[in-house]
């Protein structure tokens, strides 16, 4: 015999139980084969009445308590609104009136993976998946639909004491970390990937959107002007590692004309100005203060096709140049292959092409080409044809007019004055005479005492 329903004596009349007397359990257990219809079925037909009304004064036992540890491929919870416009498939409401240190979650999944993932299996979860689609769109220019993935709004009425607001936290912990990702977005090509406004004026943001090849762009838009400057602020160094090797920087659109610079594989820099329609790419450095070239090595200014040709200076500035011999500001060359040069001596060039001291006594060893040796080999250490130089002697007081000597690598404020003696002036001492700073400009011309 079949085990009889409950019924009312009409559709949709009577109750179970009532405010005064509600029963004090309900139990219900579904058959495990044979039904053909849900354990409990509630079909409210009253659309302004809840459906099912749970008034719990529980504090520390669950409210509702769903039990599916057998369930695989269904959902545990299933709702379906096609109809919704102003109200939420599920509205959590809490208002909070504690006034005491509390630590809660206003929603909890709390998922713990157990078993082992065996040999070419794949196990893929998602604490919270999110799929919207509009496959419909818009009938007309001027509709509008915003679909947003997740809104947070957090709001403090004011500061006092430690208010503290995190729209999104992410911490992710002992997994691989090559395939480990704290945020990822895939967005349309040509869409922005980030966006953050500023809260006096949304129109001002900064974005970063990324496209095909992976090529990303960072901007920053003023709404109402141009200051939306962009300013990083490394607790270190700033670095930039470019696979091409160069850095490109144009101005607004016109990406063909710019400045790249380029670092090599040993860190060789090179700053190279393009000018695409033309030769205008013009380079200036407008410093308000000094400009310093410290270079362990040479520094080269080009000439021919890959310079300008030439270069101007307005300003050179030459300085007295201590008491170290061969120390010196000015024109140096290095040439002559000679060696066991005595370092602040003044030197002839001959016509074999070495360098010899040079000797007031004949023409013939100081005429032409005079220098100072700034050290023991020319073409190592240089020769000095002009400007400020510490010279090995001291040849007279500040001020004094100094002429080639009679002494061979010397010079001196005396003139020369014996028969076959050259006279030639090659500078004038600029500082302490103890020291033997000079200014060494030889004289083109000289005189042969007869």
């Given at each position: 015999?079949?085990?009889?329903?409950?019924v009312p004596r009409a559709d949709q009349a009577g109750?179970?139980?009532?405010?005064?007397?509600?029963?004090?359990?309900?139990?219900?257990?579904?058959?495990?084969?044979?039904?053909?219809?849900?354990?409990?079925?509630?079909?409210?037909?009253?659309?302004?009445?809840?459906?099912?009304?749970?008034?719990?004064?529980?504090?520390?036992?669950?409210?509702?308590?769903?039990?599916?540890?057998?369930?695989?491929?269904?959902?545990?919870?299933?709702?379906?609104?096609?109809?919704?416009?102003?109200?939420?498939?599920?509205?959590?409401?809490?208002?909070?009136?504690?006034?005491?240190?509390?630590?809660?979650?206003?929603?909890?999944?709390?998922?713990?993976?157990?078993?082992?993932?065996?040999?070419?299996?794949?196990?893929?979860?998602?604490?919270?998946?999110?799929?919207?689609?509009?496959?419909?769109?818009?009938?007309?220019?001027?509709?509008?639909?915003?679909?947003?993935?997740?809104?947070?709004?957090?709001?403090?009425?004011?500061?006092?004491g430690t208010i503290t607001q995190t729209g999104f936290?992410?911490?992710?912990?002992?997994?691989?970390?090559?395939?480990?990702?704290?945020?990822?977005?895939?967005?349309?090509?040509?869409?922005?990937?980030?966006?953050?406004?500023?809260?006096?004026?949304?129109?001002?943001?900064?974005?970063?959107?990324?496209?095909?090849?992976?090529?990303?762009?960072?901007?920053?838009?003023?709404?109402?002007?141009?200051?939306?400057?962009?300013?990083?602020?490394?607790?270190?160094?700033?670095?930039?590692?470019?696979?091409?090797?160069?850095?490109?920087?144009?101005?607004?659109?016109?990406?063909?004309?710019?400045?790249?610079?380029?670092?090599?594989?040993?860190?060789?820099?090179?700053?190279?100005?393009?000018?695409?329609?033309?030769?205008?790419?013009?380079?200036?450095?407008?410093?308000?203060?000094?400009?310093?070239?410290?270079?362990?090595?040479?520094?080269?200014?080009?000439?021919?096709?890959?310079?300008?040709?030439?270069?101007?200076?307005?300003?050179?500035?030459?300085?007295?140049?201590?008491?170290?011999?061969?120390?010196?500001?000015?024109?140096?060359?290095?040439?002559?292959?000679?060696?066991?040069?005595?370092?602040?001596?003044?030197?002839?060039?001959?016509?074999?092409?070495?360098?010899?001291?040079?000797?007031?006594?004949?023409?013939?060893?100081?005429?032409?080409?005079?220098?100072?040796?700034?050290?023991?080999?020319?073409?190592?250490?240089?020769?000095?044809?002009?400007?400020?130089?510490?010279?090995?002697?001291?040849?007279?007081?500040?001020?004094?007019?100094?002429?080639?000597?009679?002494?061979?690598?010397?010079?001196?404020?005396?003139?020369?004055?014996?028969?076959?003696?050259?006279?030639?002036i090659i500078g004038y001492q600029v500082k302490s005479?103890?020291?033997?700073?000079?200014?060494?400009?030889?004289?083109?011309?000289?005189?042969?005492?007869?």
């Open positions: 015999m079949a085990t009889p329903n409950i109750g179970l139980g009532t405010a005064a007397k509600a029963w004090g359990n309900l139990f219900i257990k579904h058959p495990a084969t044979g039904a053909d219809n849900s354990a409990a079925t509630i079909a409210n037909k009253d659309s302004d009445q809840i459906a099912l009304d749970i008034d719990a004064e529980n504090t520390t036992a669950n409210i509702l308590d769903i039990s599916a540890g057998d369930l695989t491929t269904a959902n545990a919870l299933f709702i379906d609104c096609n109809a919704l416009t102003t109200g939420s498939a599920i509205k959590l409401d809490i208002d909070d009136a504690l006034t005491t240190s509390a630590t809660k979650s206003l929603m909890l999944i709390d998922y713990d993976k157990s078993g082992t993932t065996g040999a070419g299996q794949s196990s893929t979860t998602t604490a919270l998946d999110i799929t919207m689609v509009d496959a419909a769109g818009v009938a007309h220019g001027s509709a509008a639909v915003t679909s947003t993935g997740v809104g947070v709004r957090i709001d403090a009425p004011n500061t006092t936290s992410a911490i992710l912990t002992d997994g691989d970390t090559a395939t480990t990702i704290g945020y990822l977005s895939n967005t349309e090509d040509g869409s922005t990937d980030f966006k953050a406004v500023s809260s006096a004026d949304t129109a001002d943001f900064f974005s970063i959107a990324t496209t095909a090849s992976g090529a990303t762009t960072l901007a920053t838009v003023d709404g109402g002007g141009a200051a939306a400057h962009l300013t990083i602020v490394p607790d270190g160094d700033l670095l930039l590692t470019p696979g091409s090797g160069a850095v490109k920087i144009y101005d607004s659109d016109n990406a063909a004309d710019n400045l790249s610079i380029g670092i090599g594989t040993n860190g060789d820099t090179t700053l190279t100005t393009t000018d695409a329609a033309g030769a205008a790419a013009h380079f200036e450095v407008a410093a308000d203060g000094n400009i310093t070239l410290d270079a362990a090595g040479n520094i080269s200014l080009e000439s021919g096709t890959n310079s300008t040709n030439h270069v101007s200076i307005d300003h050179r500035k030459f300085e007295p140049t201590g008491s170290t011999d061969g120390t010196a500001i000015g024109d140096v060359v290095y040439f002559g292959g000679t060696i066991e040069m005595i370092t602040g001596a003044i030197y002839h060039y001959k016509s074999d092409g070495t360098w010899e001291l040079a000797d007031a006594d004949a023409a013939s060893t100081s005429d032409g080409l005079l220098g100072v040796a700034l050290g023991a080999a020319s073409d190592t250490n240089g020769v000095l044809l002009r400007g400020t130089v510490t010279i090995d002697h001291d040849p007279g007081a500040v001020g004094d007019v100094l002429y080639l000597s009679t002494t061979a690598g010397d010079c001196s404020a005396t003139a020369p004055s014996g028969t076959g003696d050259v006279v030639r005479a103890s020291n033997g700073e000079i200014w060494f400009n030889p004289d083109n011309t000289f005189v042969e005492i007869s």
